[in-house]
């Protein structure tokens, strides 16, 4: 019995070797911000993202977490559909819980310079260990 190669026809979607078009998407994704519509009115922008995903940089199993961004934006205000390709970036990457927040705090404050942002990583457990990290920047 010999292993055949599939026919194109009978190839999956999955199981072809080309890019997805969302795969595409977050590996291109950028912080986007757009003019804040009430500047000099200090409001705060709450924004929950609950499928945040990297890998461990010393294991390189998965971790999982839910990122929760509090800001009050100054001048520009950061597009969401941009922030949730943006942060999808990171799951193929290997980096500590640490460094990740810290990093999604600094692209944050680089893209729309908020007048403060609280940034927190809540990591589902895992060996019986739950990690809570939380960075914040104030002007």
Known sequence: MSLAEPS???VSPSES????????AIEEGTLIVF???RIGRKYNISIELPEFTCKCPFSGYPDFATIAIT????RTVVEL???KL???RFRDRYISHEEAINQILDDFV???DPLEIKVKGDFSPRGNV??????????
């Open 8 to 10: 194109p026809s009978t």
């Open 71 to 74: 800001y009050s934006p100054d």
């Open 86 to 88: 943006y942060v999808n």
């Open 110 to 112: 680089a893209a729309c």
């Open 81 to 83: 559909k941009a922030l």
């Open 35 to 37: 003019p804040n519509p």
């Open 17 to 24: 070797s080309e890019i997805k078009y969302g795969e595409r």
């Open 130 to 139: 739950h990690t809570v990290i939380e960075v914040c920047h104030q002007k």
